[in-house]
């Protein structure tokens, strides 16, 4: 097993004065650990019958209506029974790899897509087709043309569309969100073809202006969407609850993946989170927390208009932790970066690992949920002179030869990169 | 699919005033919630950045430390970098199978084994080979002969044998401990034929009485042997920390599938584990609850030789949770227990469930972890009279064809049965 070179990139960081905006954690300043404290104790010292116990394998009943409650809030129309408890929304994509894909199987993915989603399914030996996204999301009527022209082979030469997979708020890496319209087409696409949609949206509650789009699911009548939510990004990670909404039939049908997987959720976590949301501390973090990644947003897009070269794009992201770089076509983000280290004291992620067919090498992913307001202006700062000073020289060999992001590749970066 | 047998048995039980010895769950009297209140709050209140936060797919290194540390003291020598923390040790089985095994492959099982291990294995479309327990565990001798009948095989008609997994102390379902001597002849099988060794020990620290036997482990000079350890029986399972010991490149390979998986485990429970262990809790709440489990089994094995019928037979576990019963031949347990619950208010889980080949309908899993000390002796009491009435009498009819527990039906009984 080869480690990435992204998971070399990190160690280089781990040096100190490094400034990064590789890691895409949440800040842990906005933790509020002076109200969950007590509600630990409370939980631990109230409850401890059932939250130190085993719990159902599908998540406790209180916490599925909870969440069901929830989404019928955002327009998904969903029951408890609907509803089911992850370990994160990451253990939801391995589970509907388990229940839904076979080997050769074709999943449609964003490219640039998520690295975790990506190696979730990647286990389960798919093929994956990159639809390329723009401003508005994932292009789908590129989707719809792919998907036009495969229906006309035959048989033996036609892939199985299977699933497509989307981060549709805010995307991780690129921070852009799918237009209403796109997210109506995709569902008709795949009610007319025949696939599901694992809509996987950690983001989409840390929107910092502009309306909510409807989400994905809010178009399915069919029961082709699966919905993927978590409270690792609103609340914190610190107890991997995340959920999956979908069919009953579906989620019978993942609990049963999830029994032979790991039995149940952990109990405390979600008697925690629901304790939370009792007294009301859920919608008040939820507040206070887009404000503060608001503001960060604000400084790292204001420094990258101040630093960064005229000849470098970026994406404006409305919400979540990410921004977007594209350098002019050439230069190699990849192995620029150990350069930049080096040189500038700071980190990104390159984003051709982000891509599944090699293509992205002049590509950045900046994560502004971090750093400090200090770190943002400082490490855009250095990163801009640096870029600068690389404009026009010749490009140093890249240390590989390039390609995407492929098996154990794909799955060293995911934890580095988080959701 | 169709709701298991033993899920109908479960839910016959729901009703009120029902003794049941069905559940496997530790006893919540033994939670120690007074002393874990204050530590969840510590927890929260100063390590909130590293307890809410995302942790190390591995694991927290403290934790794996202490695990190292831990069982070193239990003769493994190993270090930190060998142990990966999972969701329970159910997560280090279902890891195992994704890293292990190909369909096809032969996996050997005790025959009556743990429900949710088989089903953690039968996902990866493996084929069991059960191979029968006697008071002193697993007849290794019998695996000995099938091991050389199969190596004298052409290789197309030899199986492939992969994986030996086992529960030798106070084994689920039959609380039976494998002799320290078969012990050191499995891992000779397992190095002269190249398969691997899960140990799986929930219940190895709640011994009542006599000396620990050698973890089969100790006995592993190849790396063949993976030990899967937890903390859901010796401190409680809300949390739903195990782990698995292994060579560092297999923790490696385990540990990329976990990420892919689930990214990492609940980092508060992690730190509370830790806390925990600091302050000295973990080792004294062990001494405990042994106590606890020590005197529910003594008045199970009383209320049994005072109220059960001299034709039944039943094991005497040296700890652990678990009394295993074989009534006389003919006698079957599944269409019994309807009647059981009518009639006498007691529930259990029949036997046949924990078999591979369709054997074992006359037998009968006792759990004495949860009921309460009155419940035990009542509990028995009505078993007893009820198999008396039932001695001698016509069958009534199995409402199924029987046969071992396959697929859906295997994982459909795990999540009750639990370990």
Redesign the interface.
Known sequence: ?KASDIREAFKLTERGDIISFAGG??S?DT?P??E??????????SQ???????G??EGLYELRELIATRMRAQGIACSPEEVLI???S??AL?LIG?ILLNPGDTVFAEQPAYI?GL??F??YEVKFKGIPIDDNGLDVDRLAAYLEANSAKSPEEAETPKLCYIVPNFQNPTGVTLSADRRRKLVELATTYGFCIAEDNPYGELRFEGSPKPHVKTFDTRGAVLYLGSF?KTL?????IGYVIGPEAVI??LA??K???????????QKLIIECARRGLLDAHLQGIVDVYRAKRDLMLGSLGEHFPAEVQWTYPEGGFFVWVTLPPGMNAKSLLPHAVAEERVAYVSGGAFFTDGTGSNTIRLAFSQASDDEIVEGIRRLGRFLKSRLGRPEPAARTSGGGAKG?DL??A??EL?Q
């Open positions: 097993m954690f949440p842990p933790f650990v002076d969950v404290a007590p509600i630990a104790h409370f939980v631990a010292a401890g019958a059932l939250s130190l116990q085993y159902p394998t992850t370990n994160g990451q253990q391995d388990k975790g190696s979730a990647d286990h690792s914190f990670p610190g107890f991997r019978q049908k049963i993946a029994q032979g997987t790991d039995l149940c959720s952990n109990s405390f976590g154990a799955v060293s995911t934890c988080e």
